[in-house]
């Protein structure tokens, strides 16, 4: 018994049979042509962010918690180490840290919506403005399980990374990392900043 | 070490965090609207080549037949033909879609053409689309006809560029969900070798408000526009000139269609936005089956000029790229694309296809264009490139397209409805 399926089927395909092979033939030759030297892709980030590495180790003696907040509720807190790190004063809600030495600096500030989109964003910003590279993203999860999504960018009038993650509904915050050395930003203190993050 | 300012609100989903700045210095020399005021040595150049580009166009042209006799007379098309198949949709810089696409021309010899499509993204960008139009719905008057469309649209995690000349290959992710409609009457006389219309377009969805809560959001979009069309064909076009513009109006604030809510920022506030969009393509028949389509497009925004953000006024149609991966202020493009004609004329009359295939068409392509913050000769600086082949099947008015390009970022594959120009 033949199906009408495969009637329509074989009508379709004799219509169109020989001219279609010799383009699909054409098409697949020039997909070869162009699909060689594709440019370099950023290199991906995942895992965990892990302990650190470098830098002073953390005093637990010295830490202090924030509490973290956006329209004037609560997100979450933070914690750092205060002998290493100092608060400067803002006149909004968002949080910055310094050392004592300035070459390290973590901006954080709530943001709204889904947590990659503000990272990449002002990654993109500050390449197209200013010259940065971008040189990693991906996502990544701190010590409390939370999975932050992380851009890295290269040298350009400085070091930057820049850090998102949820922490309610639609609500989150992005942890901005400046200094002057990359090596800077990956270190035991930062970490401990990073890891310490929950809602 | 330099103290990071936070400027408010410059994106979708950024609520509080801006800590970069948007736009460059202006190069000196020009005027407080940014626009370079030429030498006399540089206006006689510039004189001398648009009249060298105004002399070859005018000799394509004649070349090209500028009145052709209509290959088809679009308003002569024979009732109830249809196509129901199952479709594989690529849109670079959207999605690659899975879904049912439906066309009907003519229905009951009455001038209407219906089209509809349910399709799912079946790659990592997660859209779904469900969309109806209704064609050529005759009005009172010979030739004044209404377009009307609707859809339902979510996006699960499109990926967008920053507007801007000097936007990195970075995407960033977009999710939202909304309903479009749009409604266009238009008039088309002389075998629609005029076409003049208005478009009315309303958005109803979600966006968020400053505290970071979802919140119900409308917004009404208005353009219009003509289009001269001197081809010897509407869809597939192989001798003749087009030329079109278009631009952006001010839209209602309420309509028909529903009523305008607050600004988003989602979208941005485009009502203080004019966009004019140029068009002009010169069709040349080579021999029987083998013709060249040479297009150049140019589009300007004016308004925002003393703002700090840079403005996406248009994007490039490069199909080396993924969609709207250069979009700015000003913009210019220009592609030319040869194709070689297969002709089959098969009549097909089977359970889900009923009409006359018409033909396969071979094509090979190059194309050159670059956006600008300002109207000056960088933009016809440092052009992007982007170059490929397709083919295309040509079903009674319907043209479907294959297109693989590659540009410095890649490789893009099309596959879509309609000639590229």
């Known amino acids: 018994m033949k199906l009408p399926g495969l009637n329509i089927l074989t009508v379709l395909f004799r219509a169109v049979r020989r001219p279609l092979l010799r383009a699909l033939l054409l098409l697949w030759v020039a997909w070869g042509a162009v699909a060689c030297g594709q440019p370099k892709a950023l290199e991906e980030l995942d895992g965990t962010f892990g302990a650190g590495s470098g830098g002073s180790p953390v005093n637990p003696g010295a830490v202090v918690t924030l509490p973290l907040t956006s329209g004037g509720s609560a997100l979450g807190g933070l914690s750092y180490d205060g002998a290493y790190f100092f608060q400067i004063p803002t006149s909004d809600e968002s949080v910055v840290l310094s050392d004592s030495s300035g070459s390290v600096m973590l901006i954080v500030a709530p943001i709204s919506g889904r947590a990659d989109t503000p990272c990449r964003f002002q990654a993109a910003l500050l390449a197209r403005d200013r010259g940065y590279a971008l040189l990693a993203a991906g996502d990544r999860k701190n010590a409390q399980g939370l999975e932050f999504h992380e851009v890295d960018l290269g040298p350009g009038a400085d070091f930057q990374r820049f850090y998102c993650t949820e922490l309610k509904s639609h609500l989150g915050i992005l942890i901005n990392g400046v200094s002057n050395s990359g090596n800077n930003l990956g270190t035991e203190q930062v970490h401990f900043v990073l890891n310490s993050v929950q809602p | ?421």
């Open chain 2, 1 to 421: 070490m330099r103290v990071l300012t936070i400027p408010p609100e410059p994106h979708a989903n950024t609520a509080n965090a801006t800590m970069a700045s948007q736009q460059p210095p202006a190069p000196s020399g020009q005027n407080a609207r940014g626009v370079r005021r030429p030498g006399r040595r540089r206006r006689k150049l510039a004189a001398l080549l648009s009249g060298t580009a105004a002399l070859l166009m005018m000799a394509m042209a004649a070349r090209a037949e500028p009145w052709p006799e209509r290959r088809r007379i679009y308003d002569e098309r024979p009732p109830n033909e249809y196509l129901l198949i199952p479709a594989i949709a690529s849109l670079p810089g959207t999605g690659v879609f899975l879904g049912i696409i439906g066309s009907a021309s003519n229905l009951g010899d009455s001038g209407i053409d219906m089209g509809a499509a349910l399709a799912k993204s079946i790659d990592n960008s997660d859209i779904t689309v469900q969309a109806l139009a209704f064609q050529n719905i005759p009005l009172f008057l010979k030739g004044f006809q209404l377009d009307y469309q609707v859809a339902h649209i979510k996006l699960g995690n499109l990926q967008i560029f920053l507007p801007g000349r000097n936007s990195p290959n970075f995407t960033i992710p977009v999710t939202a969900e909304f309903d479009v409609q749009f409604l266009m009457p238009n008039l088309q006389l002389f075998e629609r070798r005029l076409q003049v219309y208005y478009g009315l377009g309303f958005f109803e969805g979600y966006d968020f408000d400053s505290q970071g809560n979802e919140a119900p959001f409308s917004r009404h979009s208005a353009n219009g526009g003509f289009t001269l069309d001197f081809t010897d064909d509407l869809v597939d076009p192989r001798r003749g000139v087009r030329f079109g513009m278009r631009t952006s109006l001010h839209a209602p604030r309420r309509s028909l269609l529903g009523r305008n809510t607050r600004t988003s920022n989602l979208f941005g506030n485009e009502e203080d936005l004019r966009t004019r969009q140029y068009q002009l393509t010169v069709y040349i028949p080579f021999s029987e089956r083998l013709h060249a389509a040479w297009n150049q497009q140019a589009f300007t925004t004016h308004g925002r000029e003393n703002s700090e953000q840079i403005v996406p006024g248009g994007e490039l149609p490069l199909r080396g790229y993924p969609g709207g991966r250069w979009s700015d202020r000003f913009g210019y493009f220009s592609g030319l694309e040869l194709r070689y004609d297969h002709p089959m004329n098969r009549k097909l009359d089977i359970v889900v296809v009923r009409g006359v295939l018409e033909g396969l068409q071979y094509a090979a392509f190059y194309e050159v264009g670059q956006v600008n913050p300002l109207w000056n000769r960088s933009l016809v600086k440092d052009l992007h490139h982007s170059s490929g082949v397709g083919v295309r099947v040509l079903f009674q008015a319907l043209v479907l397209r294959l297109d693989i390009a590659r540009s410095d970022e890649g490789p893009q594959f099309h596959l879509t409805i309609n000639h590229a120009f």
